[in-house]
Nanobody, 117 residues
Framework: VQLQASGGGLVQAGGSLRLSCAASGLTFSDYVMGWFRQAPGKAREFVAR???????LHKDSVKGRFSIARDNGKNTVYLQMNNLKPEDTAVYYC????????????WGQGTQVTVSS
């Protein structure tokens, strides 16, 4: 199984980025896809997740600014990030878990997002 994340970069506060995560080696429809992030010196935290049918859950601090989506035909999950803030600076990871499980089985390599003030 491979999860390949991309789309990170350096952006000014108030700007936007779209992260992508291409999945291979798994039956995409069986998996909930999630995004997590880890800032320097902090624990990894949940950002958003989406199931096969499109039901989503977002961390409170990103609601209204971030939006997770998936393209089941392309085995890809996206994270649209708008109105970025310096506190959003982190390495962002995509992850996959079976619908029936609580823990994530597979993780991508991470993509750096840096928001300057």
């Amino acid at each position: 199984v491979q999860l390949q994340a991309s789309g990170g970069g350096l952006v000014q506060a108030g700007g936007s980025l779209r992260l992508s995560c291409a999945a291979s080696g798994l039956t995409f429809s069986d998996y909930v896809m999630g995004w997590f992030r880890q800032a320097p010196g902090k624990a990894r935290e949940f950002v958003a997740r989406i199931n096969w049918g499109g039901s989503t859950l977002h961390k409170d601090s990103v609601k209204g600014r971030f939006s997770i989506a998936r393209d089941n035909g392309k085995n890809t999950v996206y994270l649209q990030m708008n109105n970025l803030k310096p506190e959003d600076t982190a390495v962002y990871y995509c992850a996959a878990r079976l619908q029936s499980k609580a823990s994530y089985d597979y993780w991508g390599q991470g993509t750096q997002v840096t928001v300057s003030s």
